[in-house]
Protein backbone atom coordinates (compact mmCIF):
# COMPACT_ATOMS: atom_id res chain seq x y z
CA UNK A 1 0.00 0.00 0.00
CA UNK A 2 1.00 3.88 -0.78
CA UNK A 3 1.98 5.33 2.45
CA UNK A 4 0.16 8.61 1.40
CA UNK A 5 -2.96 7.88 3.66
CA UNK A 6 -0.53 7.66 6.58
CA UNK A 7 1.12 10.49 6.70
CA UNK A 8 -0.17 14.10 7.64
CA UNK A 9 -1.24 15.93 4.69
CA UNK A 10 -0.60 19.30 6.21
CA UNK A 11 3.35 19.37 6.23
CA UNK A 12 4.44 20.63 9.75
CA UNK A 13 6.54 24.02 11.18
CA UNK A 14 10.20 23.39 11.59
CA UNK A 15 11.59 25.57 14.98
CA UNK A 16 13.01 28.13 12.45
CA UNK A 17 9.79 28.69 10.18
CA UNK A 18 7.27 28.62 13.51
CA UNK A 19 8.86 31.72 14.98
CA UNK A 20 9.12 32.83 11.70
CA UNK A 21 4.89 32.69 11.83
CA UNK A 22 4.76 33.76 15.64
CA UNK A 23 6.49 37.00 14.62
CA UNK A 24 3.70 37.93 11.95
CA UNK A 25 1.30 38.38 14.89
CA UNK A 26 0.62 41.47 15.39
CA UNK A 27 0.78 40.85 18.92
CA UNK A 28 -3.33 42.69 18.83
CA UNK A 29 -4.16 44.38 22.70
CA UNK A 30 -7.95 43.02 22.21
CA UNK A 31 -6.30 39.53 20.72
CA UNK A 32 -9.81 38.32 18.21
CA UNK A 33 -8.25 34.93 17.82
CA UNK A 34 -8.52 34.40 21.77
CA UNK A 35 -12.11 35.70 21.72
CA UNK A 36 -13.32 32.96 19.18
CA UNK A 37 -11.95 29.90 20.32
CA UNK A 38 -14.94 27.64 21.65
CA UNK A 39 -12.11 25.98 24.03
CA UNK A 40 -11.24 29.20 25.62
CA UNK A 41 -7.63 28.48 24.48
CA UNK A 42 -5.82 31.84 24.00
CA UNK A 43 -3.54 32.08 20.88
CA UNK A 44 -2.38 35.38 21.50
CA UNK A 45 -0.76 34.04 24.47
CA UNK A 46 1.09 30.94 23.60
CA UNK A 47 2.47 32.96 20.27
CA UNK A 48 3.73 35.14 22.58
CA UNK A 49 5.65 32.17 24.18
CA UNK A 50 6.76 31.30 20.67
CA UNK A 51 8.16 34.17 19.71
CA UNK A 52 10.48 34.13 22.65
CA UNK A 53 11.23 30.13 21.78
CA UNK A 54 9.83 29.09 25.27
CA UNK A 55 7.79 25.92 23.57
CA UNK A 56 7.33 24.66 27.33
CA UNK A 57 5.16 27.68 28.66
CA UNK A 58 3.76 27.54 25.41
CA UNK A 59 2.60 24.06 26.04
CA UNK A 60 1.14 25.29 29.59
CA UNK A 61 -0.79 27.71 27.56
CA UNK A 62 -2.40 25.40 25.59
CA UNK A 63 -3.35 22.98 28.30
CA UNK A 64 -5.05 25.79 30.56
CA UNK A 65 -8.18 25.35 28.40
CA UNK A 66 -8.34 21.90 26.42
CA UNK A 67 -7.35 18.37 27.16
CA UNK A 68 -7.39 18.12 23.47
CA UNK A 69 -5.39 20.91 22.63
CA UNK A 70 -3.25 18.51 20.08
CA UNK A 71 -6.31 16.78 18.82
CA UNK A 72 -7.78 19.94 18.15
CA UNK A 73 -4.43 21.51 16.52
CA UNK A 74 -5.42 19.79 13.69
CA UNK A 75 -8.93 18.99 13.12
CA UNK A 76 -10.21 22.11 14.43
CA UNK A 77 -12.15 24.49 11.54
CA UNK A 78 -9.76 27.37 12.35
CA UNK A 79 -10.84 29.59 9.52
CA UNK A 80 -14.64 29.75 11.80
CA UNK A 81 -12.88 30.27 14.65
CA UNK A 82 -9.76 31.90 15.76
CA UNK A 83 -8.29 32.16 12.45
CA UNK A 84 -11.89 34.32 11.28
CA UNK A 85 -10.92 37.47 12.69
CA UNK A 86 -7.10 37.27 13.28
CA UNK A 87 -6.40 41.04 12.61
CA UNK A 88 -3.43 40.33 10.07
CA UNK A 89 -6.18 39.10 7.36
CA UNK A 90 -5.99 43.51 6.93
CA UNK A 91 -2.12 42.94 5.80
CA UNK A 92 -1.72 39.97 3.94
CA UNK A 93 -3.24 36.77 5.59
CA UNK A 94 -4.44 35.20 8.99
CA UNK A 95 -1.73 33.42 11.11
CA UNK A 96 -1.62 29.86 11.35
CA UNK A 97 -2.65 28.95 14.65
CA UNK A 98 -3.60 25.11 14.15
CA UNK A 99 -0.11 24.77 13.01
CA UNK A 100 1.58 26.98 15.82
CA UNK A 101 -0.20 24.98 17.99
CA UNK A 102 0.17 21.63 16.29
CA UNK A 103 3.82 22.00 16.73
CA UNK A 104 3.61 23.01 20.40
CA UNK A 105 1.85 20.33 21.00
CA UNK A 106 4.20 17.76 19.26
CA UNK A 107 7.21 19.40 21.26
CA UNK A 108 4.91 18.58 24.47
CA UNK A 109 5.11 14.87 23.57
CA UNK A 110 8.16 14.55 22.21
CA UNK A 111 9.80 16.14 25.67
CA UNK A 112 7.32 13.72 27.34
CA UNK A 113 6.01 17.18 29.60
CA UNK A 114 3.41 16.15 32.25
CA UNK A 115 1.03 19.07 32.26
CA UNK A 116 -2.23 17.42 33.10
CA UNK A 117 -3.15 17.35 37.14
CA UNK A 118 -5.88 16.01 38.81
CA UNK A 119 -7.27 17.28 41.96
CA UNK A 120 -7.60 16.42 45.34
CA UNK A 121 -10.17 13.60 45.88
CA UNK A 122 -13.39 14.37 47.00
CA UNK A 123 -15.10 10.53 47.51
CA UNK A 124 -17.64 10.88 45.10
CA UNK A 125 -17.98 9.23 41.13
CA UNK A 126 -19.09 9.92 38.05
CA UNK A 127 -20.10 7.65 34.82
CA UNK A 128 -19.72 8.94 31.46
CA UNK A 129 -20.99 7.43 28.94
CA UNK A 130 -18.97 8.01 25.38
CA UNK A 131 -15.60 8.15 24.87
CA UNK A 132 -15.91 11.05 22.29
CA UNK A 133 -13.93 14.65 23.02
CA UNK A 134 -17.12 15.86 25.14
CA UNK A 135 -16.56 12.39 27.55
CA UNK A 136 -12.73 12.72 27.36
CA UNK A 137 -13.06 16.62 28.10
CA UNK A 138 -16.05 16.26 30.93
CA UNK A 139 -13.70 13.69 32.24
CA UNK A 140 -10.72 15.34 32.91
CA UNK A 141 -12.70 18.81 34.15
CA UNK A 142 -14.15 16.60 36.70
CA UNK A 143 -10.74 14.69 37.60
CA UNK A 144 -9.72 17.93 38.35
CA UNK A 145 -13.08 18.87 40.69
CA UNK A 146 -11.50 15.87 42.60
CA UNK A 147 -14.16 12.87 41.59
CA UNK A 148 -13.37 9.05 40.29
CA UNK A 149 -14.63 9.20 36.88
CA UNK A 150 -15.16 5.93 35.12
CA UNK A 151 -15.97 6.48 30.74
CA UNK A 152 -18.04 3.68 29.38
CA UNK A 153 -17.44 3.03 25.52
CA UNK A 154 -19.30 0.08 23.55
CA UNK A 155 -16.42 0.55 20.96
CA UNK A 156 -13.34 -1.49 21.92
CA UNK A 157 -11.22 1.14 21.29
CA UNK A 158 -11.62 4.83 22.59
CA UNK A 159 -11.91 8.06 20.95
CA UNK A 160 -15.71 8.82 19.38
CA UNK A 161 -15.39 10.05 15.98
CA UNK A 162 -11.92 10.75 16.26
CA UNK A 163 -11.62 7.30 15.30
CA UNK A 164 -13.42 8.14 11.74
CA UNK A 165 -10.26 11.22 10.94
CA UNK A 166 -8.80 10.25 8.34
CA UNK A 167 -5.12 8.98 9.68
CA UNK A 168 -3.62 11.88 6.96
CA UNK A 169 -5.68 14.52 8.85
CA UNK A 170 -5.47 13.43 12.30
CA UNK A 171 -3.01 10.62 12.97
CA UNK A 172 -4.27 7.77 15.54
CA UNK A 173 -0.81 8.15 18.14
CA UNK A 174 -1.84 11.56 18.76
CA UNK A 175 -5.59 10.18 20.28
CA UNK A 176 -3.85 7.56 21.83
CA UNK A 177 -0.93 9.87 23.01
CA UNK A 178 -4.27 12.10 24.37
CA UNK A 179 -6.43 9.62 25.83
CA UNK A 180 -3.04 8.33 27.60
CA UNK A 181 -2.32 11.48 29.37
CA UNK A 182 -6.28 11.30 30.91
CA UNK A 183 -5.05 7.54 32.11
CA UNK A 184 -2.11 8.13 33.40
CA UNK A 185 -5.02 11.03 36.18
CA UNK A 186 -6.68 7.93 37.03
CA UNK A 187 -9.54 8.31 34.87
CA UNK A 188 -10.60 4.65 34.22
CA UNK A 189 -12.40 3.28 31.29
CA UNK A 190 -14.46 0.41 30.29
CA UNK A 191 -14.78 -0.42 26.21
CA UNK A 192 -16.85 -2.63 24.86
CA UNK A 193 -19.90 -1.79 26.99
CA UNK A 194 -23.38 -0.74 25.42
CA UNK A 195 -24.89 1.21 28.05
CA UNK A 196 -28.91 0.73 28.02
CA UNK A 197 -27.91 -2.87 26.38
CA UNK A 198 -24.99 -4.91 27.95
CA UNK A 199 -25.49 -2.34 31.14
CA UNK A 200 -28.90 -0.62 32.34
CA UNK A 201 -28.77 2.77 32.98
CA UNK A 202 -29.98 2.20 36.53
CA UNK A 203 -27.02 0.03 36.85
CA UNK A 204 -24.69 2.88 36.27
CA UNK A 205 -26.53 5.26 38.11
CA UNK A 206 -26.17 3.14 41.41
CA UNK A 207 -22.51 2.99 40.72
CA UNK A 208 -21.82 6.85 40.16
CA UNK A 209 -23.12 10.40 41.90
CA UNK A 210 -24.11 11.52 38.29
CA UNK A 211 -23.97 10.20 34.65
CA UNK A 212 -23.23 12.38 31.81
CA UNK A 213 -24.83 10.69 28.10
CA UNK A 214 -22.27 11.81 25.64
CA UNK A 215 -22.87 9.29 22.84
CA UNK A 216 -22.90 11.27 19.86
CA UNK A 217 -24.26 10.72 16.26
CA UNK A 218 -22.10 7.52 16.09
CA UNK A 219 -24.31 5.96 13.25
CA UNK A 220 -24.31 6.66 9.58
CA UNK A 221 -27.59 7.44 7.85
CA UNK A 222 -28.83 4.95 5.30
CA UNK A 223 -31.14 5.82 2.81
CA UNK A 224 -33.93 4.22 2.37
CA UNK A 225 -33.49 3.20 -1.58
CA UNK A 226 -30.15 1.67 -0.63
CA UNK A 227 -30.97 -0.64 2.23
CA UNK A 228 -30.11 -4.23 2.23
CA UNK A 229 -27.89 -3.92 -1.34
CA UNK A 230 -24.39 -5.30 -0.53
CA UNK A 231 -22.43 -3.29 -2.58
CA UNK A 232 -23.33 -0.12 -0.36
CA UNK A 233 -21.46 1.26 3.01
CA UNK A 234 -21.92 4.16 5.05
CA UNK A 235 -19.32 6.19 4.37
CA UNK A 236 -18.59 6.73 8.75
CA UNK A 237 -18.09 2.73 8.62
CA UNK A 238 -15.84 2.79 5.95
CA UNK A 239 -13.48 5.75 7.16
CA UNK A 240 -13.50 3.43 10.88
CA UNK A 241 -12.39 0.70 8.98
CA UNK A 242 -9.92 2.29 6.95
CA UNK A 243 -8.30 4.44 9.78
CA UNK A 244 -8.15 1.06 12.68
CA UNK A 245 -6.64 -0.99 9.62
CA UNK A 246 -3.90 1.56 8.89
CA UNK A 247 -5.01 2.11 5.23
CA UNK A 248 -5.15 -1.88 4.87
CA UNK A 249 -7.99 -2.32 3.23
CA UNK A 250 -9.03 -4.28 -0.26
CA UNK A 251 -10.99 -0.98 -2.47
CA UNK A 252 -12.31 -1.45 -5.90
CA UNK A 253 -10.90 0.17 -8.96
CA UNK A 254 -14.38 2.24 -9.44
CA UNK A 255 -16.40 3.84 -6.29
CA UNK A 256 -19.40 5.81 -6.05
CA UNK A 257 -19.58 8.22 -3.10
CA UNK A 258 -23.32 10.36 -2.44
CA UNK A 259 -23.12 12.92 -0.26
CA UNK A 260 -21.03 17.21 -0.26
CA UNK A 261 -20.28 17.72 3.69
CA UNK A 262 -16.93 17.41 5.11
CA UNK A 263 -17.28 13.26 6.07
CA UNK A 264 -18.06 12.72 2.08
CA UNK A 265 -14.68 14.79 1.35
CA UNK A 266 -12.94 12.81 3.75
CA UNK A 267 -14.16 9.51 1.95
CA UNK A 268 -13.16 11.40 -0.93
CA UNK A 269 -9.36 11.87 -1.12
CA UNK A 270 -8.88 8.83 1.62
CA UNK A 271 -9.68 6.84 -1.50
CA UNK A 272 -7.49 8.68 -3.87
CA UNK A 273 -4.95 8.49 -1.20
CA UNK A 274 -5.36 4.97 -1.01
CA UNK A 275 -4.93 4.60 -4.91
CA UNK A 276 -8.60 4.04 -6.04
CA UNK A 277 -8.27 5.16 -9.84
CA UNK A 278 -12.07 6.17 -10.33
CA UNK A 279 -13.91 8.25 -7.54
CA UNK A 280 -17.12 10.09 -8.63
CA UNK A 281 -19.00 11.94 -5.89
CA UNK A 282 -22.50 13.19 -6.57
CA UNK A 283 -23.66 15.23 -4.41
CA UNK A 284 -27.15 16.95 -4.08
CA UNK A 285 -26.31 20.73 -3.25
CA UNK A 286 -25.47 22.68 -5.74
CA UNK A 287 -21.72 24.00 -5.55
CA UNK A 288 -22.67 27.19 -5.00
CA UNK A 289 -24.47 25.73 -1.75
CA UNK A 290 -21.83 23.00 -0.73
CA UNK A 291 -21.67 22.03 2.81
CA UNK A 292 -18.00 20.70 2.88
CA UNK A 293 -15.17 22.93 3.37
CA UNK A 294 -13.68 24.60 0.10
CA UNK A 295 -10.27 23.57 1.47
CA UNK A 296 -11.49 19.62 1.61
CA UNK A 297 -13.25 20.13 -1.45
CA UNK A 298 -10.77 21.88 -3.26
CA UNK A 299 -8.21 18.89 -1.45
CA UNK A 300 -10.62 16.15 -2.93
CA UNK A 301 -10.85 17.53 -6.72
CA UNK A 302 -6.56 18.26 -6.86
CA UNK A 303 -6.15 14.62 -6.21
CA UNK A 304 -8.61 14.15 -9.07
CA UNK A 305 -12.52 12.96 -7.51
CA UNK A 306 -14.90 13.99 -9.65
CA UNK A 307 -17.12 15.72 -8.58
CA UNK A 308 -21.00 16.07 -9.75
CA UNK A 309 -23.31 19.02 -8.36
CA UNK A 310 -27.24 19.10 -8.04
CA UNK A 311 -28.44 15.58 -8.45
CA UNK A 312 -31.04 13.43 -6.27
CA UNK A 313 -30.62 9.65 -6.30
CA UNK A 314 -33.60 8.38 -7.76
CA UNK A 315 -33.20 4.44 -8.20
CA UNK A 316 -31.01 1.75 -7.53
CA UNK A 317 -30.63 -1.24 -8.99
CA UNK A 318 -27.54 -3.39 -8.01
CA UNK A 319 -24.37 -1.36 -8.89
CA UNK A 320 -26.25 1.15 -11.09
CA UNK A 321 -27.43 4.54 -9.72
CA UNK A 322 -29.40 6.43 -11.28
CA UNK A 323 -29.09 10.34 -10.46
CA UNK A 324 -32.46 13.27 -11.35
CA UNK A 325 -30.99 16.46 -11.54
CA UNK A 326 -32.89 19.08 -8.92
CA UNK A 327 -33.76 21.47 -11.29
CA UNK A 328 -33.88 20.54 -15.00
CA UNK A 329 -35.14 17.70 -16.60
CA UNK A 330 -31.90 15.44 -16.81
CA UNK A 331 -30.94 12.02 -15.49
CA UNK A 332 -27.19 10.23 -14.94
CA UNK A 333 -26.45 6.67 -14.85
CA UNK A 334 -23.43 6.16 -12.82
CA UNK A 335 -22.26 2.38 -12.52
CA UNK A 336 -19.50 1.25 -9.71
CA UNK A 337 -17.98 -1.80 -8.08
CA UNK A 338 -19.19 -0.38 -4.38
CA UNK A 339 -21.27 2.94 -3.42
CA UNK A 340 -20.57 4.83 -0.13
CA UNK A 341 -23.44 6.38 1.27
CA UNK A 342 -22.03 9.96 3.21
CA UNK A 343 -25.65 11.36 3.90
CA UNK A 344 -25.13 12.35 7.58
CA UNK A 345 -24.59 10.77 11.07
CA UNK A 346 -27.38 9.57 13.49
CA UNK A 347 -27.38 9.41 17.31
CA UNK A 348 -29.04 6.40 19.18
CA UNK A 349 -30.15 6.81 22.89
CA UNK A 350 -32.15 3.80 23.15
CA UNK A 351 -31.91 2.21 26.68
CA UNK A 352 -30.28 5.11 27.92
CA UNK A 353 -33.92 7.13 29.36
CA UNK A 354 -34.08 10.33 27.11
CA UNK A 355 -35.61 11.43 24.27
CA UNK A 356 -34.29 13.31 21.60
CA UNK A 357 -36.27 16.48 19.40
CA UNK A 358 -34.72 16.91 16.47
CA UNK A 359 -31.45 14.77 17.16
CA UNK A 360 -30.69 16.55 20.55
CA UNK A 361 -31.67 16.05 24.11
CA UNK A 362 -33.53 19.25 25.33
CA UNK A 363 -35.18 19.59 28.34
CA UNK A 364 -35.09 23.40 28.57
CA UNK A 365 -31.72 24.00 30.05
CA UNK A 366 -28.66 22.57 28.25
CA UNK A 367 -26.87 19.74 29.39
CA UNK A 368 -29.98 18.36 31.96
CA UNK A 369 -32.73 15.97 32.00
CA UNK A 370 -35.54 14.94 34.09
CA UNK A 371 -33.40 12.96 35.88
CA UNK A 372 -31.37 15.24 38.61
CA UNK A 373 -28.40 12.51 38.37
CA UNK A 374 -28.39 12.06 34.20
CA UNK A 375 -26.73 15.29 32.56
CA UNK A 376 -26.06 15.51 28.70
CA UNK A 377 -22.94 16.65 26.30
CA UNK A 378 -21.67 16.68 23.09
CA UNK A 379 -23.35 16.49 19.86
CA UNK A 380 -26.38 14.85 21.54
CA UNK A 381 -26.76 17.98 23.67
CA UNK A 382 -29.15 20.93 23.44
CA UNK A 383 -25.96 23.95 23.25
CA UNK A 384 -25.20 26.72 21.46
CA UNK A 385 -21.62 25.32 19.99
CA UNK A 386 -21.21 23.18 16.87
CA UNK A 387 -21.14 19.68 16.03
CA UNK A 388 -17.32 19.97 16.13
CA UNK A 389 -14.69 18.37 18.48
CA UNK A 390 -13.89 22.12 19.87
CA UNK A 391 -17.72 22.49 20.20
CA UNK A 392 -17.60 19.43 22.14
CA UNK A 393 -15.02 20.03 23.85
CA UNK A 394 -16.60 23.77 25.45
CA UNK A 395 -19.60 20.97 26.31
CA UNK A 396 -17.57 18.80 28.13
CA UNK A 397 -16.14 21.98 30.69
CA UNK A 398 -19.93 23.05 30.68
CA UNK A 399 -21.49 19.51 31.67
CA UNK A 400 -18.65 19.38 33.92
CA UNK A 401 -19.51 22.19 36.22
CA UNK A 402 -23.42 21.31 35.85
CA UNK A 403 -22.70 18.29 37.35
CA UNK A 404 -20.09 19.29 39.78
CA UNK A 405 -22.60 22.05 41.45
CA UNK A 406 -25.14 19.31 41.40
CA UNK A 407 -23.54 16.69 43.34
CA UNK A 408 -22.50 19.45 45.67
CA UNK A 409 -25.82 21.17 46.05
CA UNK A 410 -27.27 17.47 46.99
CA UNK A 411 -29.76 17.89 43.64
CA UNK A 412 -27.34 14.67 42.58
CA UNK A 413 -26.61 12.12 44.85
C1 LIG B 1 -15.52 11.41 9.41
C2 LIG B 1 -15.67 12.54 10.37
C3 LIG B 1 -14.80 13.60 10.30
C4 LIG B 1 -14.93 14.67 11.18
N1 LIG B 1 -14.03 15.67 11.09
C5 LIG B 1 -14.08 16.69 11.97
C6 LIG B 1 -13.11 17.74 11.93
O1 LIG B 1 -12.21 17.74 11.10
N2 LIG B 1 -13.20 18.72 12.84
C7 LIG B 1 -14.17 18.74 13.81
O2 LIG B 1 -14.19 19.64 14.65
N3 LIG B 1 -15.13 17.78 13.87
C8 LIG B 1 -15.10 16.75 12.98
N4 LIG B 1 -16.04 15.76 13.04
C9 LIG B 1 -17.12 15.87 14.04
C10 LIG B 1 -16.64 15.46 15.43
O3 LIG B 1 -15.91 14.25 15.34
C11 LIG B 1 -17.82 15.33 16.40
O4 LIG B 1 -18.49 16.58 16.46
C12 LIG B 1 -17.37 14.92 17.81
O5 LIG B 1 -16.60 13.75 17.79
C13 LIG B 1 -18.59 14.71 18.71
O6 LIG B 1 -18.15 14.36 19.97
P1 LIG B 1 -19.07 13.63 21.03
O7 LIG B 1 -18.23 13.52 22.26
O8 LIG B 1 -20.38 14.29 21.14
O9 LIG B 1 -19.38 12.18 20.44
P2 LIG B 1 -18.63 11.10 19.58
O10 LIG B 1 -17.28 11.51 19.17
O11 LIG B 1 -19.59 10.68 18.54
O12 LIG B 1 -18.46 9.89 20.62
C14 LIG B 1 -19.58 9.22 21.14
C15 LIG B 1 -19.13 7.90 21.75
O13 LIG B 1 -20.24 7.33 22.44
C16 LIG B 1 -20.20 5.93 22.26
N5 LIG B 1 -21.54 5.39 22.49
C17 LIG B 1 -22.66 5.62 21.77
N6 LIG B 1 -23.71 4.97 22.32
C18 LIG B 1 -23.23 4.30 23.40
C19 LIG B 1 -23.82 3.44 24.38
N7 LIG B 1 -25.11 3.17 24.38
N8 LIG B 1 -23.02 2.92 25.35
C20 LIG B 1 -21.69 3.20 25.38
N9 LIG B 1 -21.09 4.00 24.47
C21 LIG B 1 -21.84 4.56 23.52
C22 LIG B 1 -19.72 5.78 20.82
O14 LIG B 1 -19.20 4.49 20.59
C23 LIG B 1 -18.68 6.88 20.71
O15 LIG B 1 -17.40 6.40 21.05
C24 LIG B 1 -15.96 14.68 12.16
C25 LIG B 1 -16.86 13.61 12.22
C26 LIG B 1 -16.72 12.55 11.34
C27 LIG B 1 -17.68 11.41 11.41
S1 LIG C 1 -5.69 38.06 16.16
FE1 LIG C 1 -3.98 37.33 14.86
S2 LIG C 1 -2.49 38.99 14.91
FE2 LIG C 1 -3.89 39.37 16.65
S3 LIG C 1 -2.97 38.32 18.46
FE3 LIG C 1 -4.33 36.82 17.48
S4 LIG C 1 -3.00 35.67 16.05
FE4 LIG C 1 -1.89 37.58 16.58
Given at each position: MDKKYLEEIEPGFSPLTIVEEASRCLLCLDAPCSKACPAGTNPDRFIRSVRFRNFKGAAEIVRENNALGAICARVCPTEKYCQKGCSRSGIDRPIDIGRIQRYITDFEENTKMKILASGKRNGKSVGIVGSGPAGLEAAYMLNKLGYDVTIYDKEKVAGGMLNFIPEYRLPNRVVVNEIKRLKDLGIKFELGVSV????PLNELKSRHNAVILGVGYSYGKMLPAFEGNRNVILAVDLLKKIKARKGNVKLPENILVIGGGDVAMDVNTSLKLLDVNHVTDVVYEKFSEFKASKKELEGAQALGVTIIDGYVPEKVKGKTVTFKHREIDATIKVKADKIILAVGQRPDVTGLGVELVKGEVNE??????????VFVAG?????????TVVGSVRTGKEVALKVDEAIRSGRAK
Open positions: GVDLGTPYVTKDPKDIANSKYDK
